[in-house]
């Protein structure tokens, strides 16, 4: 699994008939550097299922590989990944280094 944030969409008008009706997202993957309690961006990013109704800006925490099939949405969908929540805060050590805004 791997914390990411959503910094857009993706349509695709032509894809395979277990794909049709599902959401797209492209998510940028984010990490925490060794000794440090920042979260940054790893500059790369993914194409993902939306199984939670992410929106843009949002941290969503991604699942990858064959975990990724195991969702009622993914079941019998050909994907590698799948938005599998919404992160409301971070907390490393004593610090929340992110809380989501109501």
Known sequence: MFIGKVIGSVV????VKSVVGKKLLLVDTYSVKSGSTE???TGRSAVVI????AGEGEFVLVTQGSSARLTDLTSDVPTDAVVVGIIDAIQIGHEEVYKKRE
């Open 39 to 41: 979260l940054s961006s």
């Open 12 to 15: 695709a008008t032509q894809k």
């Open 50 to 53: 939306d199984s939670v109704g």
